[in-house]
């Protein structure tokens, strides 16, 4: 069953996001994840949620996504994403 990373950011730190948006491309195809969103623009219908930055990434099952975010070579990269930004993220399983 696949399995979806969503993260919602609010950039802080535009220099170091930029950083970080260069290195974890590789990471994450390294772990059979697909990008399907990529902080492109969006329409706000309710709420305030998702007023920031979205990103959605598909991974093949729930242990890849895992894998990924918990994996070493993640970690300093990971480090500066939340250095860059308030951060919410959460590995949604699909249908």
Do not use: Q
């Not at 950039?11 to 990008?35: A, C, F």
């Amino acid at each position: 069953m696949k399995a979806y990373m969503i993260a919602h950011i609010e950039v802080t730190d535009p220099e170091l996001m930029e950083k970080y948006r260069e290195k974890v491309p590789t990471i994450i195809e390294k772990y059979n994840g697909k990008y399907l969103v990529r902080g492109g623009d969006s329409l706000l219908l309710e709420g305030d949620l998702f007023k920031h930055r979205m990103v959605l990434v598909e991974f093949p099952d729930r242990e890849s996504a895992e894998k990924f975010y918990n994996s070493e070579e993640y970690a300093p990269i990971k480090k500066m994403r939340l250095n860059a930004g308030n951060n919410s993220s959460v590995i949604v399983d699909g249908l």
